[in-house]
């Protein structure tokens, strides 16, 4: 008996009506392993018609067994949409090794012809995170070495279900005054932290007091599904005795530190949710060495907060020397003077 000589295979493709599609515009590659070796491969294929893979006369000998197995790299433009790669008993080019007669081409028990790689959905790809900066940060934080809650920082991949994930491995905050020029983070936080559920996900190593910006590192990515939002909430350790004043914690595109695919076509694009993620978050959070009661109480009885015309920046615009003692009147000064000097008479008698 004489070995098979296997020349080439004839590929057809698809829709899922089984109608033809044009090969070249879902197909970046089709590779053939022999045996899990690649022994050939179609790179271009062709705009119309079958993909046609010369097998350079692979032999198979008499009452041998070997496997083959077809594998695609699909085009990064590839319209959604069913595919199928089809395979016909003519598409089966094998000759006889010694009379090089073509040999009758039948499927092994319990398969049928032609063969098929079953129906597979494409899908766009994962390309667009989008990223919302949401402040909860208090009015006045103490200097005092505590952790507080700056933000809340919800991450969306808006892939439909069934693409693939984006994955995030760092964050890049920067900081800003009152009036959205840079400034240092470093002079009122001595950490920066990222929480997910409770558990921390990323952080920044020990700021110093010049740090004008905050780098997140995790030691694993946040791998991101399509849409299922997650939040991330970040926080920051105060820096005991820290600088007095008012500051802006914010998050540009740039600053999403995305796990880029290999391919150009694939790139992941970060966007902002409700605010372009290019201009400064809006929100402030601001420092006083003054008690943060009375702090408090100068800022809700001020005329513009009791009104309700007021923005994040109410602090920074009306206290920008800081807060001090006398923002916050007394509505009887007379009886404070009163108390002052019923306390001084009895201490003279």
């Given at each position: ?10 590929f ?9 599609l044009?090969?070249?515009t ?10 899990g070796?690649v022994?050939?491969s ?7 018609g ?6 350079g ?20 433009t590839?319209?959604?949409g069913?595919l199928?790669l089809?395979?016909p ?23 049928s ?12 790809p994962a390309?667009?995170?989008?990223a919302?900066?949401?402040s ?15 933000a ?8 439909v ?10 964050l ?47 030691a ?8 299922a ?6 926080r920051?350790?105060?820096?005991p ?13 740039a600053g999403v530190?995305?796990i880029q ?5 694939l ?23 003054s ?5 408090l109480?100068?800022?809700?009885q001020?005329p ?23 923002d916050v009147?007394h509505?009887?000064p ?10 001084l008479?009895?201490r003279m008698?």
């Open positions: 008996m004489a070995a098979v000589r296997l020349d080439r295979l004839v057809g493709v698809q829709d899922g009506a089984r109608a033809p044009p090969p070249a879902y197909i970046d590659v089709l590779r053939v392993r022999w045996n070796v022994i050939a179609v790179p271009d294929p062709p705009p119309t079958n993909i046609a893979v010369d097998l006369g692979r032999l198979l000998a008499p009452g041998a067994t070997d496997s083959m197995s077809v594998e695609l790299d699909l085009e990064p590839a319209p959604t069913f199928e089809m395979l008993a003519s598409g089966i080019v094998a000759v006889d090794a010694n009379s090089n007669q073509p040999v009758a081409v039948a499927p092994e028990i319990g398969a012809l032609p063969l098929s790689s079953g129906l597979a959905r494409l899908e766009p390309r667009t995170l989008v919302d900066l949401q909860v940060v208090s009015a006045v934080l103490p200097a005092d070495g505590s952790t507080v809650v700056l809340r920082l919800v991450l969306v991949n808006t892939a279900p069934g693409s693939g994930t984006i994955a995030v491995q760092s890049r905050f920067g900081g800003g005054d009152a009036d959205f020029a840079p400034q240092s983070i470093g002079a009122f936080a001595s950490t920066l932290e990222a929480y997910r559920g409770g558990v921390l996900w990323a952080s920044s190593a020990p700021l110093t007091v010049d740090s004008s910006s905050v780098s997140l590192s995790a694993n990515p946040l791998d991101l599904d399509p849409v939002p997650v939040t991330l909430e970040i920051m350790v105060t820096r005795a820290g600088a007095a004043g008012s500051f802006r914690v914010s998050l540009d595109a530190g995305v695919p290999s391919s150009a076509l790139a992941i694009t970060a966007l902002g949710m409700r605010r372009n993620l290019h201009e400064t978050d809006d929100f402030i959070a601001a420092r006083s060495k008690p943060r009661r009375n702090s109480r100068a800022l809700m001020h513009r907060f009791v009104s309700g015309n007021f923005n994040t920046g109410l602090i920074a615009e009306e206290y920008p020397k800081g807060f001090h003692a006398e009147p509505d009887d007379a009886m404070l003077i009163a108390v002052a000097a019923s306390i008479g009895l008698r």
